[in-house]
């Protein structure tokens, strides 16, 4: 708590808008964590309602999406590492991973202590349910997205980039993120007027 009482958490996870995606890359349009994060949350969410509705599935898809909304916001305080560095190595990803844990440690002190662990339930949640499971591969989607988007703007910067996304997305083994991709992945080529 700051000394005029008040709590840090959501000043902090408002900077969201301010760290950029790609920075390695040029982009034709600018991407950041907090557009990131609604992004993969709306894509977790769907993949949720596919598994249920078509695939005998019983997982909370408002859980799902809530935890999406959160999964970069330890962001705010570490950045965000471009993925080639990311996993360049074992012991490189693994500090990350430690980074990524103090970071979340940190932003759970900036609320009051009565809503701490309501929150730590949301940034640590286990990346290997069912629920994590399903935003990776939101994520993942949402990753092959910015890529598409990029291509249709004539930024050739992304065409490998889309190449080794798309495999990573073909080796997700749900239902729900093949269904997604036959009946959503390609409309995200279109422009607004062929939308229509």
């Given at each position: ?104 440690e940190k932003l759970l002190s900036l609320l009051p202590e009565g809503l701490q662990e309501d929150y730590r339930d949301i940034l640590f949640y286990d990346e290997k349910s069912e629920e994590g499971r399903l935003i990776k ?60």
């Open positions: 708590m700051s000394e005029n009482g008040q709590y840090s958490f959501f000043a902090f996870l408002s900077r969201m808008r301010h760290i950029y995606r790609w920075s390695l890359m040029r982009n034709v349009t600018s991407e950041n964590i907090q557009e990131h994060s609604l992004q993969v949350a709306m894509i977790a969410h769907s993949l949720a309602l596919i598994r249920n509705k078509f695939f005998g599935g019983s997982v909370n898809a408002e859980r799902v999406a809530l935890l999406a909304m959160y999964h970069d916001s330890n962001e705010t305080l570490t950045g965000d590492l471009p993925t080639p560095i990311k996993y360049f190595n074992p012991d490189i990803q693994t500090a990350y991973k430690e980074l990524e844990s103090l970071s979340k591969a939101a994520d993942r989607l949402c990753a092959y997205i910015k890529c598409l988007e990029e291509l249709k703007a004539g930024n050739g910067e992304f065409q490998k980039a889309q190449q080794a996304i798309y495999n990573k997305v073909q080796e997700i083994d749900f239902p729900e993120v093949r269904y997604f991709i036959d009946h959503f992945l390609e409309n995200f080529k279109l422009t607004l007027d062929e939308l229509n």
